[in-house]
């Protein structure tokens, strides 16, 4: 990781269009951030993800999914992807190109990630990490936790200005 990027704010990705993503455009906004997998058993957590984007985004929640290959459970290409996610469980927050999470080759923003939040290596899928209005980590959550069970940590942050 670059010793200048101490923030979240400093990290940007690639949009599955190629648009790219500027994580300083985040500021003051609530981030949920999660690795994804389209054919992973726990996909179907992204159609709670989704219903909680919907009815926080006006309020300031942002979420950015990065689909992740590294369990072997992602389709081929990028636009396959996309089209599933919409499809099957109407995705509308961005999704990045896929990203490496773990290893010498790992995306710089995962590396940040799980030294902030702690608990090292991504073992599977769907982990997920919260950050606050203030771009702080607020929590890392297992990839078993359902969305569901996050909300109130989301309804504090969203609560503070």
Not at 14 to 32: C, H, N, P, R
Not at 48 to 54: A, G, R, W
Not at 125 to 148: C, E, H, I, S, W
Request: hydrophobic letters at 35%; charged letters at 25%.
């Amino acid at each position: 990781m670059d010793i200048f990027m101490t923030s979240i704010y400093d990290f940007s990705e690639k949009e599955m269009s190629g648009q790219t993503i500027d994580f300083a455009d985040y500021k003051g906004k609530v981030l949920l951030i999660v690795n994804t997998a389209s054919k992973c058993g726990l996909a179907p957590q992204l159609e709670t993800i989704e219903k909680l984007y919907k009815k926080y985004h006006d309020q300031g929640l942002e979420v950015l999914g990065l689909p992740s290959n590294q369990f072997h459970q992602e389709l081929g290409s990028d636009e396959e992807t996309s089209e599933y996610c919409q499809m099957h469980y109407g995705v509308t927050f961005p999704m990045t190109q896929k990203v490496v999470i773990n290893g010498k080759d790992e995306d710089p923003l995962f590396t940040y990630l799980k030294d902030t939040a702690g608990h090292g290596r991504i073992k599977w899928n769907f982990t997920k990490f919260l950050l606050g209005r203030d771009g702080q980590m607020v929590d890392r959550y297992a990839p078993t936790t359902n969305p569901k069970a996050i909300e109130p940590d989301i309804v504090a942050e969203l609560a503070k200005e």
